[in-house]
């Protein structure tokens, strides 16, 4: 049972930065990682993805003000974010896939981790 597991989030200020880790526990099971959002009574969106060769991809969104990176021998995938604004915030989840392409939709991906809080206040 591959486990995902995120930390990192917290309460911040309009125009801050924070940076959200996850780390997984079998990475030999994950190969394209991706970093989605839930605000308040909103779908989950995807934010940003990444291959195991560490090919980025943005949601358009928050190009510019977000980095997603991993780590392939810490075993664990980071997003870097930016110029924070309130509507960022959000509960941020880290997804996994045994596949080698990024894709946007939720039930593209096998492995969740649990959610960290992000709040931005203005």
């Known amino acids: 049972q591959v486990e995902l597991v995120e930390s990192g989030g917290g309460l911040v200020q309009a125009g801050d930065s924070i940076r959200l880790s996850c780390t997984i526990s079998d990475h030999s099971t994950t190969d394209a990682m991706a970093w989605f959002r839930q605000a308040p009574g909103k779908e989950r969106e995807f934010i940003a993805g990444i291959t195991y060769r560490s090919t980025p991809y943005y949601r358009d969104s928050v190009k510019g003000r977000f980095t997603i990176a991993r780590d392939n021998v810490e075993n664990t995938v980071y997003l870097q974010m930016s110029t924070l604004k309130p509507e960022d915030t959000a509960v941020y989840f880290c997804?996994?896939?045994?596949?080698?392409?990024?894709?946007?939709?939720?039930?593209?991906?096998?492995?969740w981790g649990q959610g960290t809080q992000v709040t931005v206040s203005s």
């Open positions: 997804a996994g896939r045994p596949y080698e392409n990024v894709v946007t939709s939720t039930h593209a991906y096998e492995y």
